[in-house]
Nanobody, 118 residues
Framework: VQLQASGGGLVQAGGSLRLSCVSSVSTDGFKDMGWYRQAPGNQRELVAIISRGGNMNYADSVKGRFTISRDNAKNTVYLQMNSLKPEDTAVYYC?????????????WGQGTLVTVSS
């Protein structure tokens, strides 16, 4: 499984960006897909996750501003980010969690940098 993330960039505070993550294989069977982020000096943290059934969970810091969606027909997960703040600056990584023989496996994209200027 390969995940290709895109959509990052430089945006002013209050602006919007849409991240995309395309899988090299069908996402129909993926248990969860999500977005994580890591700012310099910080640990990687969960931003948003969407289950196979469409249940969504968000970090408190992004609730009401970010929306995760999943299009299995396009093997893609999206993260719509609105009302961006400087503290949203980080490298954003997409994740796919897959149930396989012997357990659950995590796959990661290469990361896309989001920079929010004040």
């Amino acid at each position: 499984v390969q995940l290709q993330a895109s959509g990052g960039g430089l945006v002013q505070a209050g602006g919007s960006l849409r991240l995309s993550c395309v899988s090299s294989v069908s996402t129909d069977g993926f248990k969860d897909m999500g977005w994580y982020r890591q700012a310099p000096g910080n640990q990687r943290e969960l931003v948003a996750i969407i289950s196979r059934g469409g249940n969504m969970n968000y970090a408190d810091s992004v609730k009401g501003r970010f929306t995760i969606s999943r299009d299995n027909a396009k093997n893609t997960v999206y993260l719509q980010m609105n009302s961006l703040k400087p503290e949203d600056t980080a490298v954003y990584y997409c994740n796919a969690r897959i149930r396989g023989i012997g357990g659950i496996y995590d796959y990661w994209g290469q990361g896309t940098l989001v920079t929010v200027s004040s």
